[in-house]
């Protein structure tokens, strides 16, 4: 509840300074959302049955959520191997769908996978559904869908409106995914459904105000 109360105060504060136009940009109320910082956690992904055939991922990962509605983040994965890493930065973006709830969409490239690939760029693309549940913890849901190999060939490019093609593979990477899935027993018979982790977060503190 205080977090609703805090959100909704900072709230009607940026609605009367938007009233008062000074010529000057505006911040969304997002900017102050509870989400907005910088945090460090840990995230398990979550085993339909036979739990066997899972690969049981689990990593930390450090998300930083702007007041921009800018996503970058990273996690264990980013110095590990194959099929998961290592991979650069994730970068995306991040939307309020409550006082207290968000829902974030980010990709970031990696190793081709499986190898042999060549010319070519892993990708990733990943959701989130999350909640802070009190001023310094957030918890939620990930899906991540790996990507097949984006080409990445050289083109002639003459002319001064000429760019580079983008191949389907990587515009499949940008789209929003159509569903969100909580359950992993939903994925039994779906060889189309995402990884799905489950993880909780602490905010990365500064000095007390």
Known sequence: MRLILRFLAASTAL???????DGQPKRSASALHPAVGSWYGKAVQLCPEPVSACAKAALTMTPTITGEGHFIGNDT????????????TAHGVWTAVSPTK???????????????????????RFRWQAEVVDDNTMVGYVNFWPCPPVPTLWESLPGANDYPTLPQELKDAVACPKVFITDPK??????????????????????AQ
């Open 15 to 21: 609605s009367c300074l938007a009233a008062a136009d």
């Open 102 to 124: 968000i829902t974030a969409d980010y990709v970031f490239m990696d190793v081709a996978f499986p190898p042999g690939t060549f010319p070519s760029t892993g990708a990733a």
């Open 77 to 88: 994965f980013a110095i590990a191997g194959a099929p998961f890493g290592p991979h650069t």
């Open 186 to 207: 939903q994925c039994t018979f779906n060889a189309d459904c995402p990884l799905i982790f489950k993880f909780k977060i602490l905010r990365v503190q500064g000095p």
